[in-house]
């Protein structure tokens, strides 16, 4: 979950338009005039519509309007920046581990990956790929062990850390389908 850092309350200025709005609409040869009053609005054009019969015709009839400003009301709201998100996905594969950041910031970028296995730096990019080998010996089978950390840095300079351990079977039947027969 993303924390927020930094956080402060911003207070703007937003126009408020009000008044008479009218344009004029078109049929054939007649014409007429569409007025409506807005009271207060933050939109300085609008957009007028009227049922009406010109020339013989009833039509619903629309037409854009401007509106003049008439003053500002304050509005205050809070900007947080915020902490980025680390994470790890692995995809195990015959003979290695395709190891990717699922790292987010929700207000900017990942700037800096820096991964480590086994507690050795292996990395700075955001995936890597990790052969399988022949680490650990346990009832008589072997398994390809590792702990993976990863500390992401955002642009911001905010820091979060992810950290996962995987244990993985090696022996001549890499595939669910050996395995399994």
């Known amino acids: 979950m993303a924390v927020p850092v ?4 911003v207070v703007t200025s937003i126009p408020i338009y009000s008044g008479f709005a009218s344009c004029e609409v078109r049929n054939n040869d007649k014409s007429t005039t569409i007025q409506a009053y807005y009271p207060d609005t933050t939109n300085s054009f609008v957009i007028l519509t009227q049922e009406l019969t010109l020339g013989g015709e009833t039509k619903v009839f629309s037409c854009n309007a401007r509106l003049d400003q008439t003053g500002t009301r304050e509005s205050s ?3 947080c920046k915020y902490k980025p998100v680390a994470g790890i996905s692995v995809s195990p594969r015959p003979d290695d581990f395709h190891i990717v950041s699922s790292a987010r910031d929700y207000d900017g970028s990942i700037a800096n990956y820096t991964w480590k296995v086994n507690g ?21 089978k072997w398994y390809s062990q590792y702990f993976i950390e990863l500390e992401v840095t955002d642009n911001d300079g905010y820091k979060d850390s992810h950290s996962i351990s995987i244990t993985e079977l090696n022996d001549e039947c890499r595939t669910a389908a050996c395995r399994n027969r």
């Not at 050795?120 to 008589?140: C, D, E, M, W």
């Open 6 to 9: 930094e956080c402060k309350n």
């Open 120 to 140: 050795s730096f292996k990395s700075n990019v955001a995936s890597f790929t990790l052969p399988q080998i022949q680490s650990i010996y346990r009832n008589g």
């Open 77 to 79: 709201h809070t900007v």
